[in-house]
């Protein structure tokens, strides 16, 4: 059977000659994996892996958490900047009708406490603050703060002209 195949003409058309040049058998300098066989098409292309979608989802849930984090911060400092800028009308309002009046200064509450009737949970407090430069002035610094939540939001300092009284004692 042997000569009988050896004996048929062998016809090599374009299409033999380049198969046989692309699907050479494995050798030294053409490794097997290098070697493109008749089932592994080059147009078919490889499926993902395992691997690479965990890897991807890692990134993604990184991502993702990494945006979380930096919205939750933003929406943290919008909330305290809204809640200063409220503190800040509400003691302009404070002050006004603190201020109201011909004996003004004298108006200010020192040491005092209250809370703010615009915004609930905010309290604020008055102290005197000691300075040189106000008592060479006959005057006194009072540190209006304003808290919520036992939190500092806001201060104001104002210079309160002091009387006779307070002129003699000792300010803290």
């Given at each position: 059977m042997s000569s009988t195949f050896s004996q048929l003409p062998r016809r090599?058309?374009?299409?033999?000659?380049?198969?046989?040049?692309?699907?050479?058998?494995?050798?030294?300098?053409?490794?097997?994996s290098l070697i493109l066989h008749p089932s592994r098409s080059p147009s078919r292309?490889?499926?993902?892996?395992?691997?690479?979608?965990?890897?991807?989802?890692?990134?993604?849930?990184?991502l993702i958490a990494s945006i979380m984090i930096a919205?939750?911060?933003?929406?943290?400092?919008?909330a305290d900047a809204d809640a200063k800028l409220q503190a800040s009308r509400a003691v302009d309002t404070l002050v006004s009708?603190?201020?109201a009046g011909p004996e003004a200064p004298d108006r200010i509450p020192v040491p005092a406490t209250g809370t703010l009737a615009d915004l609930p949970g905010c309290t604020w407090r008055t102290t005197y603050f000691a300075e040189p430069a106000a008592r060479q002035l006959?005057?006194?610094?009072?540190?209006?703060?304003v808290f919520k939540d036992r939190r500092p939001i806001l201060s104001l300092d104002l210079l309160k002209r002091l009387d006779a009284t307070q002129r003699t004692r000792r300010l803290p």
């Open positions: 090599q058309t374009r299409f033999a000659s380049e198969a046989a040049k692309k699907y050479r058998a494995p050798s030294a300098f053409y490794p097997s292309h490889r499926g993902v892996t395992l691997i690479e979608i965990l890897a991807g989802l890692a990134v993604l849930g990184v919205r939750g911060r933003a929406l943290r400092q919008w009708t603190w201020l006959s005057a006194g610094i009072v540190r209006l703060e």
